[in-house]
C-alpha cells in the first residue's frame, strides 16, 4: 500500500505560477513510477507528466510540454509539480499517482492521491 497526500496549488493569475506537492507513505516510493494526472469539471481525468522510479526519465502531455515540470526526491518520498505560464484550461483538480510503468493511461496506476485544486483566472 502507498498512501499519497498532494498539497499546493490554490488561484492563480493567468500566466503565473505553482507547484504541487505530493508525499508518499508505505511501500518502497523509489520502486514507483509517479504521475500527474488532471481533471477538469465535466471532464474525463487526463494524464499530464509522468516520471520513473529512478527519475531518469519523464513525458509530458503535449498540452503542458515545456510549461510544466515533474521531479522527484526518493529520499524524501516526494514528488512536485511545478507549472509555469498557467493558462485558464489548466484549472482542474490535480491528482497525484504511483504505478508500475510509466504510462499515460489511468487504469496503470494503482494508488492516488486525493487532489489539489488549481484555479487560473483570466
Known amino acids: 500500500q502507498v498512501q499519497l497526500v498532494e498539497s499546493g496549488g490554490g488561484l492563480v493569475q493567468a500566466g503565473g505560477s505553482s507547484r504541487l506537492s505530493c508525499a508518499a507513505s508505505?511501500?518502497?516510493?523509489?520502486?514507483?513510477?509517479m504521475a500527474w494526472f488532471r481533471q477538469a469539471p465535466g471532464k474525463e481525468r487526463e494524464f499530464v507528466t509522468a516520471i520513473t522510479s529512478s527519475g531518469g526519465s519523464r513525458y509530458y502531455a503535449e498540452s503542458v510540454k515545456g510549461r510544466f515540470t515533474i521531479s522527484r526526491d526518493n529520499a524524501k518520498n516526494t514528488v512536485d509539480l511545478q507549472m509555469n505560464s498557467l493558462k485558464p484550461e489548466d484549472t482542474a483538480v490535480y491528482y497525484c499517482a504511483a504505478g508500475g510503468r510509466l504510462e499515460t493511461f489511468k487504469r496503470a496506476y494503482d494508488y492516488w492521491g486525493q487532489g489539489a485544486q488549481v484555479t487560473v483566472s483570466s
Open positions: 508505505g511501500r518502497p516510493f523509489s520502486s514507483y513510477v
